[in-house]
C-alpha cells in the first residue's frame, strides 16, 4: 500500500470501477480506468493530452467554476455553450463548433454543477451526434454519477465509451479528503494520457485507493448510497421550498444532488447583494462565478447541504422585500 504501485492505480479498485460503471450499461476495460488524485487532476491530464495551448475548449455555461482558472493556466481559451434544463443547447453547441473550431467539449450530463440538472436522454443522443460528425472529443465530467439510479442517461452510457472520456470520484460520496477519482476511456486513449499522468506524479497513493476499495467490497458503499441518495432527494425538496416562500425563482427541482439554481425575482447586482450578505456571515455563490468569462448573472448556486439556516432565507427575504 505504501509502495509506487502500478502508474495506473490500484488493480483491485480499477475492477471495482469496472463492475459500477458495467452495471450502468458502461463497457470498460481495467486497462481503460486510470486513478487519478481527484477529478480535477483526471481533468488536467486530458486537457494535456488532447488540447494545447492557443485551443478552444467548448464548456457548459454555466458550468464548473474551477475548470475555467484550469483552462486558462494551460493556454487554452474557453468558449461556453448555453445551457438549458435539459442539457446543453444543440444548436448553440453546433454554432459553437462552426465559429470556434475546438478540440474538446468538457461537459456534466448528471446533476450539474450549478443549476443541478440532468440532461435528457434527447438531449444526449442531439450532443452526441452532432461530436461525432464534427470530431469533437466529449470529456464528462459526472462526479455526481452514483447519486443517481443506475437507468440515469448520459454520453458514457449512450455511446458505449467508444468516444467519450468520462470522468468519475469518490470524493463526493465517500469523503472530500481521500481524492480517489478516475477517468474511464478505450484502453488505446487511456495509454496517451497516462504519460502525462506519469510525468505529472508517477502514481497516485494507494493508500486511499485501498481504502475505497475496501469499502466498496464491503457492501457499505451499495447502502451508503441509497442512504446518501434519499437524505439529499429530502433536503432538495425542503430548500426547493424554502427558497420559493423566501421569493427566489428556482431554474428547476433537481432530482437529488447538492445543488439548487435560483435567482431573485426582481433584478438585483449579484456581488452587491453577496457582499451584503457577507456582513451577516452568508456566504452566497452569485452565477457569475460559473460562466466561462465571469459575464454578468442573476442567479446564484445554493449548496443543500449548507442552507438549513433561518437567518438565510430572512435575508433573502429582506431582499425580495417580503
Same mark, same amino acid.
Given at each position: 500500500?505504501?509502495?509506487?504501485?502500478?502508474?495506473?492505480?490500484?488493480?483491485?479498485?480499477?475492477?471495482?470501477?469496472?463492475?459500477?460503471?458495467?452495471?450502468?450499461?458502461?463497457?470498460?476495460?481495467?486497462?481503460?480506468?486510470?486513478?487519478?488524485?481527484?477529478?480535477?487532476?483526471?481533468?488536467?491530464?486530458?486537457?494535456?493530452?488532447?488540447?494545447?495551448?492557443?485551443?478552444?475548449?467548448?464548456?457548459?455555461?454555466?458550468?464548473?467554476?474551477?475548470?475555467?482558472?484550469?483552462?486558462?493556466?494551460?493556454?487554452?481559451?474557453?468558449?461556453?455553450? !448555453?445551457? @438549458?434544463?435539459? &442539457?446543453?443547447?444543440?444548436? +448553440?453547441?453546433?454554432?459553437? =463548433?462552426?465559429?470556434? /473550431?475546438?478540440? %474538446?467539449?468538457?461537459?456534466?450530463?448528471?446533476?450539474?454543477?450549478?443549476?443541478?440538472?440532468?440532461?435528457?436522454?434527447?438531449?444526449?443522443?442531439?450532443?452526441?451526434?452532432?461530436?461525432?460528425?464534427?470530431?469533437?472529443?466529449?470529456?464528462?465530467?459526472?462526479?455526481?454519477?452514483?447519486?443517481?439510479?443506475?437507468?440515469?442517461?448520459?454520453?458514457?452510457?449512450?455511446?458505449?465509451?467508444?468516444?467519450?472520456?468520462?470522468?468519475?470520484?469518490?470524493?463526493?460520496?465517500?469523503?472530500?479528503?481521500?481524492?480517489?477519482?478516475?477517468?474511464?476511456?478505450?484502453?488505446?486513449?487511456?495509454?496517451?494520457?497516462?504519460?502525462?499522468?506519469?510525468?505529472? !506524479?508517477? @502514481?497516485?497513493? &494507494?493508500?486511499?485507493?485501498? +481504502?475505497?476499495?475496501?469499502? =466498496?467490497?464491503?457492501? /457499505?458503499?451499495? %447502502?451508503?448510497?441509497?442512504?446518501?441518495?434519499?437524505?439529499?432527494?429530502?433536503?432538495?425538496?425542503?430548500?426547493?421550498?424554502?427558497?420559493?416562500?423566501?421569493?427566489?425563482?428556482?431554474?428547476?427541482?433537481?432530482?437529488?444532488?447538492?445543488?439548487?439554481?435560483?435567482?431573485?425575482?426582481?433584478?438585483?447586482?449579484?456581488?452587491?447583494?453577496?457582499?451584503?450578505?457577507?456582513?451577516?456571515?452568508?456566504?452566497?455563490?452569485?452565477?457569475?462565478?460559473?460562466?466561462?468569462?465571469?459575464?454578468?448573472?442573476?442567479?446564484?448556486?445554493?449548496?443543500?447541504?449548507?442552507?438549513?439556516?433561518?437567518?438565510?432565507?430572512?435575508?433573502?427575504?429582506?431582499?425580495?422585500?417580503?
Amino acid at each position: 500500500m505504501v509502495d509506487y504501485g502500478s502508474p495506473y492505480g490500484s488493480l483491485s479498485l480499477r475492477r471495482a470501477i469496472k463492475r459500477l460503471l458495467a452495471r450502468r450499461d458502461i463497457p470498460c476495460s481495467e486497462d481503460g480506468i486510470i486513478l487519478t488524485h481527484g477529478a480535477s487532476q483526471a481533468l488536467e491530464l486530458t486537457l494535456r493530452a488532447f488540447a494545447q495551448p492557443g485551443d478552444t475548449v467548448l464548456v457548459d455555461d454555466p458550468g464548473y467554476c474551477n475548470l475555467y482558472p484550469l483552462l486558462q493556466s494551460l493556454g487554452l481559451t474557453a468558449i461556453g455553450v !448555453g445551457r @438549458t434544463a435539459t &442539457g446543453p443547447c444543440p444548436s +448553440l453547441f453546433e454554432r459553437a =463548433i462552426k465559429k470556434h /473550431q475546438p478540440r %474538446l467539449f468538457v461537459t456534466t450530463s448528471v446533476l450539474h454543477n450549478p443549476t443541478g440538472g440532468c440532461a435528457s436522454a434527447e438531449n444526449v443522443a442531439a450532443i452526441h451526434a452532432l461530436a461525432v460528425k464534427q470530431g469533437i472529443t466529449m470529456v464528462e465530467d459526472n462526479i455526481f454519477l452514483d447519486l443517481t439510479p443506475e437507468s440515469q442517461p448520459c454520453h458514457a452510457r449512450y455511446d458505449k465509451l467508444q468516444n467519450i472520456i468520462h470522468i468519475g470520484s469518490f470524493s463526493k460520496t465517500i469523503g472530500p479528503g481521500l481524492r480517489v477519482g478516475y477517468l474511464a476511456c478505450p484502453p488505446e486513449i487511456g495509454k496517451r494520457i497516462l504519460r502525462y499522468k506519469m510525468a505529472a !506524479g508517477l @502514481t497516485t497513493a &494507494g493508500l486511499n485507493e485501498t +481504502l475505497v476499495h475496501g469499502i =466498496i467490497q464491503s457492501g /457499505q458503499y451499495g %447502502l451508503h448510497l441509497t442512504d446518501l441518495r434519499e437524505r439529499l432527494f429530502q433536503t432538495q425538496k425542503i430548500v426547493y421550498r424554502s427558497l420559493q416562500d423566501a421569493g427566489m425563482k428556482v431554474y428547476l427541482r433537481p432530482m437529488g444532488g447538492l445543488f439548487i439554481w435560483a435567482r431573485f425575482e426582481k433584478n438585483v447586482h449579484a456581488q452587491s447583494v453577496s457582499e451584503r450578505a457577507a456582513t451577516k456571515d452568508i456566504m452566497l455563490a452569485p452565477g457569475h462565478l460559473f460562466r466561462p468569462e465571469q459575464s454578468d448573472s442573476q442567479w446564484f448556486r445554493f449548496n443543500v447541504t449548507h442552507t438549513n439556516e433561518p437567518r438565510l432565507y430572512d435575508f433573502l427575504k429582506q431582499e425580495n422585500n417580503i
